[in-house]
């Protein structure tokens, strides 16, 4: 059973991880031969004050 976790600030819409879902599921199956209901995807949303960029949070950069 392939598993992909994928970490990332959060602030995107539900359509754009559905999404996303979609797309990394169709490699996967690509790459691998896997059968798509094998497939897991595991998103991890943070906070953008507990992603740092160069020194500093996202939220205080305003990403």
């Known amino acids: 059973m392939p598993i992909a976790q994928?970490?990332?600030?959060?602030?995107?819409?539900n359509e754009q991880k559905e999404a996303l879902i979609e797309?990394?599921?169709?490699a996967i199956v690509q790459a691998?031969?896997?059968?798509?209901?094998s497939v897991r995807i595991l998103i991890?949303?943070?906070p953008k004050q507990h992603f740092g960029?160069?020194?500093?949070s996202a939220q205080k950069l305003g990403r």
Do not use: F, H, K
């Open 53 to 56: 960029i160069a020194g500093q």
């Open 32 to 37: 691998l031969d896997a059968p798509p209901e």
């Open 23 to 26: 797309a990394v599921t169709a």
């Open 44 to 46: 991890n949303e943070m």
């Open 6 to 13: 994928i970490n990332m600030m959060e602030g995107r819409s």
